[in-house]
């Protein structure tokens, strides 16, 4: 080689190493990332001037329904199938407004997410030594599935969900009231320790403890389930059958079968609840929605019978669309489709088809925002609406948070022993 | 007045609390959520299928059984500071079995002297428990009366053995097991470790509590029948009463009640290990069921006399009339029982849900007879038993129908063995015949099954339960049950019986239907 062509091939590679400079500046994790900034969000604020405050029902949901899942459209258009009152059966549209995490959530993404170490297979490898949001610029399904999956929905927290399974138009309902604790043993953001328990012979990932006091038959019945950090493994669950007093290990094939009469699975649970890697993950692109995000229940108007609620407030959202296939055959699902919150990773929408790849289920996820004991806001599912679009048939379910970022949960309190401090 | 003070105080305790609620819902929570209550109530009937002819005069109805029952449980929490919590668990019951009320001739044919405790209940039957449980960080301690469930296999018991069974009005498969069990005045004990295994310790204490299992009464619905047991009077017609029934009266008046002397004791280890549940339990009893010392062969003797005599009129005032004797003739004796408990989950087996108990009665007391029948020279044994049951458990989904009919929701089918062997057996014992025994056989053994499906939206459920013995004794009851909203269930089913065994007929020929209402709140 000529000195004449190695000088050049020198100053190439200068000039590729100035180029390349300021995309290593430029990789400093940007987060929190806002679902509409600059054109968008002068657009969105365009069209909220006319949206914002309005009451949308069968009358005007038209002009809004490329923004809602078709089956939902339907619903509102066919009040009287869907048991709701034929003049008073809306949902109102707030303003976008910009969901901003904790600041331990920003802290955990900015300094993890550089350090994540994923295989061959699509696994993390320091899965359990990271927290915050894995990908905060995400770009596949499986990135996308991994922040949904690293939400710890603040570290730790105490709710009561509760809520009637409901064939429309039919006024007499059965309904559930449960009690629920979670911890999270890893990927902790805001409550100490961070990111992890350091002492976890067990490896597990999560901890939930219910108390259910609805339907009456179940009254005093117990339950938690352990979640591993190892994906290979199995949930461990157990239940303290309060008729019977008995307590029984939950058997796999449960994570499957419908719960009390509802349009739920057990693996449903805020839009899928087991390992991210049972599935695999498709980015489709992303879909402007309307969610409800901020979520008030109390605010709610439903007559016995009614599928969905109305009052629900939705406001824009630019989610991102996967599709999620169970690597199992057999599963009962064909595939899912997630909306998933830009801002939160949390999901907005789920629907699921059936083994025809027939629309079977949609489901809205309802999410609120409240306040963590550690400071700031968490924005953490505060409901389900689950619509069995082929059996025309309904579940509504809906939390109220007691508390969130504990920083006193007993870690006992997932012990078979703590299962039976009961009648 | 004295025995109505507890219900007065409990009834007016449930309406000052329910008229201060202010909400009513299925589950009742008050005093800001420091009292929480529930309960039910039931109404039972057993309307027999087909009266057998001998059984025309002790029934004018066909409704054999018809029982009106009522539950209320409340926990009052005292105190919640940091890891200490005391709180207090009461549960009241109430209950009344009214077909003799519409049968007169079925009124009559029941035993003077328990048609009253067969009634209602007696005593503080009013109470199914009552204790203080006090739990500090690993450490809980419930004092009081309880019922303590350490088996858990479906229709047979094999390593529950804590409390005895109250057998008048149902067996398992018709009944739940906490409904039939007798709670007892106990000191419980558990605490959680940090060892390897997350071992957990258990001790029982009952300081002198005793009940015996109490027998159906002769000529009820689960009871035997006076036909059945009964000497052939010179006099012609039947006694009032067999002498079956003569036999289990004086079992009654025989137990020993409260007595320091009667303390049982137990202590049991749970751990985890190598994804398996397991438990190892060692229990110092008094058993349930009356037998005959030694020392009391010639009171035995004695007491069977006065029966007969009295059916063959040999005092010759023409009444039947025989009456008890103050002296003992059973007794029951103390022997030990240690056992072991096994649970694990197949994931990718085709039943993925296992259990497994055993036991091994240590000395367990028994009566035997020269002649292998009930008839002849007793003598008082010691024999020592092993047996266990093995349940598999799992949820299916069957093609199309689960989906299509079912809403999803799977049949969950659990399918049991149980088998028992008396060591150094001999034809000369004489054995219950719930045990299932052959007759001469040193082993039983007996499968159950239960079968249950949820379906239009869990408001409806079916259930198929039973058992077969193999010597040709079983049980089926297919159960429907709706449940439209919050608090009304109804129920029908239809529990048949039967058994090829001649020895051994059990409930044969008391095939009926099945109603229940029952309102949870």
């Known amino acids: 080689m000529s000195q004449k062509n190695s000088n050049r091939i020198k100053l190439l590679a200068f000039m590729a190493l100035l180029l390349f400079l300021p995309m290593h500046v430029s990789a400093e994790v940007v987060y929190p990332v806002p679902s509409y900034e600059n054109d968008a969000l002068t657009k969105v604020r365009s069209w909220e001037k006319n949206w914002a405050g309005k009451k949308v029902d069968k009358t005007n949901i038209d002009q809004v329904s490329e923004y809602l899942p078709d089956s939902f459209v339907q619903i509102y258009k066919d009040a009287e199938k869907w048991g709701a009152p034929q003049d008073n059966f809306y949902f109102m549209i707030k303003p976008y407004e910009q969901f901003v995490d904790t600041q331990g959530m920003i802290d955990a993404t900015k300094k993890y997410s550089p350090l994540v170490k994923m295989n061959a297979t699509g696994w993390i490898e320091n899965y359990a030594d990271l927290a915050g949001v894995p990908f905060p610029a995400p770009k596949t399904g499986e990135e996308l599935a991994w922040n949904f999956d690293f939400n710890t929905h603040g570290d730790a927290n105490h709710y009561r969900n509760s809520g009637p399974v409901i064939t429309p138009g039919q006024a007499v309902e059965r309904s559930t009231l449960t009690e629920r604790w979670e911890l999270y043993f890893i990927h902790r953001v805001d409550v100490q320790p961070l990111p992890k328990y350091e002492k976890n012979k067990k490896g597990i990932h999560r901890g939930m403890f219910q108390h259910m006091f609805k339907p009456p038959e179940s009254n005093n019945t117990r339950f938690f389930n352990l979640r591993y950090i190892d994906p290979e493994a199995s949930d461990d669950g157990y239940m303290y059958y309060a008729p019977f007093r008995r307590v029984r290990r939950i058997s796999v094939g449960q994570r499957t079968d419908t719960i009390d009469g509802s349009d739920f699975i057990y693996d449903d649970e805020y839009g899928w609840d087991g390992h991210v890697q049972r599935n695999t993950y498709k980015l489709i692109g992303r879909k402007e929605m309307l969610a409800s995000r901020r979520t008030d229940t109390t605010k709610f108007e439903r007559i016995p019978g009614q599928a969905v609620p109305s009052n629900i407030v939705r406001e824009r959202v630019s989610t991102y669309v996967v599709e999620v296939k169970n690597k199992d055959p057999n599963y009962i699902y064909s595939k899912r489709i997630w909306y998933v919150d830009p801002e939160t990773y949390l999901l907005n929408w789920t629907e699921i088809y059936d083994d025809l790849g027939k629309l079977w289920k949609c489901f809205e996820v309802l999410n609120t925002e409240f306040p963590s004991l550690m400071g700031g806001t968490k924005i953490v599912p505060s409901g389900y609406i689950t619509i069995d679009m082929q059996r025309s048939h309904a579940a509504n379910l809906m939390i109220n948070y007691e508390e969130i970022g504990l920083e006193k949960v007993n870690k006992r309190m997932f012990s078979i022993s703590n299962l039976q401090k009961t009648y | 007045m004295r025995g109505l003070r507890l219900p007065i105080v409990v009834v007016t305790l449930i309406v000052c609390l329910f008229a201060s609620s202010e909400k009513s819902q299925a589950y009742i929570s008050l005093l800001d959520g420091d009292l929480e209550i529930n309960g039910f109530f039931k109404e039972q009937m057993f309307i027999r299928t087909a009266m057998p002819r ?20 409340g926990l009052y929490k005292l105190k919640q500071d940091g890891d200490l919590t005391i709180n207090l668990f009461g549960g009241f019951k109430y209950y009344y079995e009214k077909s003799p009320a519409i049968d007169s001739e079925k009124k009559r044919s029941i035993n003077r002297w328990n048609y ?28 009081g009366k309880q019922i303590v469930v350490w088996g858990e296999t479906n229709l047979k018991q094999t390593a529950d053995i804590i409390n005895p069974l109250d057998l008048r009005y149902g067996s398992p498969g018709t009944e739940a097991w906490e409904d039939i069990k007798l709670g007892l005045y106990m000191i419980r004990g558990l605490y959680q470790t940090d060892l390897p295994g997350q071992l957990n310790f258990e001790f029982i204490f009952i300081p002198g509590d005793f009940e015996a299992v109490r027998l159906p009464n002769e000529n009820t619905y689960q009871g035997g029948k006076t036909y059945q047991s009964t000497v052939d009077p010179l006099n012609g017609g039947l006694p009032d009463f067999g002498i079956a029934e003569w036999a289990m009266e004086k079992a009654r008046r025989d137990e020993p009640g409260w007595n320091i002397s009667n303390w049982e004791a137990g202590i049991k280890l749970r751990g985890y290990t190598w994804n398996v549940d397991w438990s190892v339990f060692y229990f110092n009893t008094i058993n349930d069921a009356p037998t005959i010392s030694d020392s009391d062969i010639n009171a035995f003797k004695d007491f069977g006399a006065i029966y007969v005599l009295d059916a063959f009129d040999s005092d010759g005032d023409g009444v039947f009339n025989p009456q008890y004797p103050d002296y003992k003739v059973f007794s029951f004796k103390r022997y030990e029982v240690i056992g072991a408990t096994f649970q694990t989950r197949f994931e990718n087996f085709p039943v993925s849900e296992w259990r497994l108990e055993s036991f091994y009665l240590i000395g367990e007391p028994l009566n035997a007879t020269n002649s292998g029948t009930q008839f002849g020279t007793y003598k008082g044994v010691r024999k020592d038993t092993f047996g266990f049951g093995l349940e598999g458990r799992d949820y299916y989904r069957i093609p199309y129908i689960t989906h299509n009919w079912f809403d999803d929701k799977k049949m969950a089918v659990s399918v049991s063995i149980f088998y028992e062997k008396i060591l150094g057996f001999s034809r000369e014992l004489i054995l219950r015949k719930g045990r299932g025994h052959r007759t001469g056989d040193s082993h039983a053994s007996e ?11 869990a408001k409806w459920f079916a259930m198929f339960t039973g058992s077969y013995n193999f010597i040709g004794k079983w049980f089926v009851l297919p ?39 029952r309102y949870e709140f």
């Open chain 2, 54 to 73: 001998e059984e025309g005069d002790i029934h004018k109805s066909d409704i054999d059984f018809w029982r009106t029952n009522f539950i209320i449980e």
């Open chain 2, 116 to 143: 009253d405790k067969y009634l209602r209940p007696y005593d503080d039957d009013l109470l199914s428990e009552l204790y203080v449980d006090f739990q500090y960080g690993p450490l809980q301690l419930k004092v």
């Open chain 2, 447 to 457: 499968i159950t099954w239960s079968f249950s499906q949820q379906f239009f939206r």
């Open chain 2, 479 to 517: 159960v429907l049950s709706y449940a439209p909203g919050e608090h009304w269930r109804f129920e029908a089913g239809l529990p048949l019986y039967g058994s090829s065994a001649s020895s051994n007929r059990g409930l044969n020929e008391k095939d009926s239907v099945l109603l229940r209402v």
